[in-house]
């Protein structure tokens, strides 16, 4: 990006919540010659966040820094333990000298663990699942192809598909629950796309919205979010930083007052579709299930706001787990109260690498289509476009380019030739154009990086 279109695109994005700034008063605090801050008179504490979070993404982009590319400190003994797993490779790899200074590994290598515990993601496949825990080694397959590190937020980012002018707000604790909880913005720009295509829909309310992963896939595909909740300001905001024109609330939904507001959005604005993801942690395989975690309940307050707006069109996504927490019983539990609300209701697992996104991430999405519409929920599901091994997006093709970047505040791109998802996280071709091509053929590109590798 040069200077001038950062500026125009600043001052567009900055007007949604401070209003009456110029461009040339816009250019001097990108330049760092003036606070936005002594502009912000009179505005609340939550757009200050906004108003600097928005300014600070665009300094980033004005002086061509790569956002968010920070990574995590790891300890001696994690360090010791990474390098002794190659490309591909997991827990099984680490020596017993170094397993013996840790009782985790220990009872790991006793027992039996994940494969993917301690792994290191291999360039030639999509990356597995990013969780919250992407800081950690032992958590998962975090750690990067070639260096001696965990991959950074904007690494782990673009295995979400967000694009690279997506940026994270909040300390890294709160930047891993947005990347780590969100839905890929590919995967979800397909599912709206087929709604939009098949019904007509394009209002919705964005229910548990964290940082935006479904919002931006659907605004991508043509529905507009009247109102986006969630109860996490860090991911609030990094949701309003981003799509500034989105009205969003940050309060609880089990509360009556939230629910109100909610609902007065909807039925004003014409909502004809309520999607979100309420929160999965007392669901989740990779951890510990919680039968008494209140969280479990949550989608009580997704299904009670469709009660009271009576959408067209539910979109309702959650981990793998569900299927099988209390043996089923939540599962069809969900079915069941939409069901009785006047739904028609499908549920299908689905692995977003299926679908153009270069990670092995297993998700539930739940359908339904209100029984007036005419329409089964079986019709909206897209086509899997990438389930052959030789047409998924790999770790090398979606994060190579970052390879001799060092991960900080400061870090600028290194310039080369651009496959056609690293066009797309760049903002050079459209959500439609990736998808496309990705659909239609397998573009020369897919093996450009596993060739030089």
Do not use: W
């Given at each position: 990006m040069t200077s001038k279109p950062v500026v125009g695109d600043y001052c567009r994005d900055i007007a949604y919540v401070l209003s009456g700034l110029d461009k040339t008063d816009a250019e001097a605090i990108l330049k760092g010659e003036k606070d936005v801050l002594s502009f912000a008179e009179g505005i609340s504490a939550f757009d200050k966040k906004i108003i600097s979070g928005i300014t600070d993404k665009y300094k980033s982009l004005y002086h061509n820094f790569i956002l968010n590319h920070t990574t995590f400190k790891l300890s001696d003994l994690d360090l010791e333990m990474i390098k002794a797993v190659p490309q591909g490779g997991s827990w099984k790899d680490i020596p017993p000298e170094t397993v013996k200074k840790s009782?985790?590994?220990?009872?790991?290598?006793?027992?039996?663990?994940?494969?993917?515990?301690?792994?290191?993601?291999?360039?030639?496949?999509?990356?597995?699942?990013?969780?919250?825990?992407?800081?950690?080694?032992?958590?998962?397959?975090?750690?990067?192809?070639?260096?001696e590190r965990v991959i950074s937020v904007r690494e782990a980012a673009r295995f979400q598909t967000f694009r690279d002018d997506y940026y994270f707000f909040g300390n890294k604790t709160q930047m891993l629950k947005q990347v780590g909880n969100a839905v890929p913005t590919v995967l979800a720009y397909q599912i709206g796309r087929s709604i939009v295509e098949k019904t007509g829909c394009t209002k919705s309310i964005d229910l548990f919205c964290g940082a935006g992963g479904m919002t931006v896939g659907f605004k991508a595909a043509?529905?507009?979010?009247?109102?986006?909740?969630?109860?996490?300001?860090?991911?609030?905001?990094?949701?309003?930083?981003?799509?500034p024109e989105i009205p969003v609330l940050c309060g609880d939904i089990t509360q009556e007052g939230t629910k109100a507001a909610v609902e007065k959005a909807a039925k004003s604005g014409g909502a004809d579709i309520i999607c979100g993801g309420p929160p999965c942690q007392g669901f989740s395989m990779a951890g510990f299930?919680?039968?008494?975690?209140?969280?479990?309940?949550?989608?009580?307050?997704?299904?009670?706001?469709?009660?009271?707006?009576?959408?067209?069109?539910?979109?309702?996504?959650?981990?793998?787990?569900?299927?099988?927490?209390?043996?089923?019983?939540?599962?069809?539990?969900?079915?069941?109260?939409?069901?009785?609300?006047?739904?028609?209701?499908?549920?299908?697992?689905?692995?977003?690498?299926?679908?153009?996104?270069?990670?092995k991430r297993k998700r539930v999405i739940i359908i339904c289509t209100r029984?007036?519409?005419?329409?089964?929920?079986?019709?909206?599901?897209?086509?899997?476009?990438?389930?052959?091994?030789?047409?998924?997006?790999?770790?090398?093709?979606?994060?190579?380019?970052?390879?001799?970047?060092?991960?900080?505040?400061?870090?600028?791109?290194?310039?080369?030739?651009?496959n056609d998802i690293l066009q797309f996280l760049k903002g050079k071709i459209s959500y439609e154009a990736y998808v496309e091509g990705r659909t239609t053929e397998k573009p020369s590109s897919y093996s450009d990086f596993r060739e030089k590798k």
């Open positions: 009782k985790r590994l220990e009872r790991i290598t006793k027992t039996g663990g994940r494969t993917t515990l301690y792994g290191r993601i291999d360039y030639n496949k999509p990356s597995y699942t990013i969780t919250t825990y992407f800081n950690r080694p032992g958590n998962g397959t975090y750690v990067h192809p070639v260096h043509g529905i507009s979010s009247l109102l986006s909740n969630d109860i996490e300001e860090s991911a609030c905001a990094t949701l309003k930083i981003n799509n299930r919680a039968d008494d975690d209140p969280r479990n309940q949550l989608f009580r307050e997704f299904a009670d706001i469709v009660k009271r707006v009576n959408p067209k069109v539910i979109v309702f996504e959650n981990v793998e787990g569900l299927l099988s927490y209390q043996g089923g019983k939540t599962y069809r539990e969900v079915h069941t109260l939409f069901a009785e609300l006047g739904y028609k209701t499908e549920g299908r697992f689905l692995m977003a690498n299926d679908y153009a996104v270069p990670q029984n007036d519409l005419g329409i089964k929920p079986s019709k909206l599901y897209p086509e899997a476009i990438t389930v052959e091994e030789d047409r998924q997006v790999t770790a090398g093709e979606t994060i190579g380019d970052l390879e001799q970047v060092e991960c900080s505040d400061t870090a600028e791109y290194i310039y080369g030739e651009e």
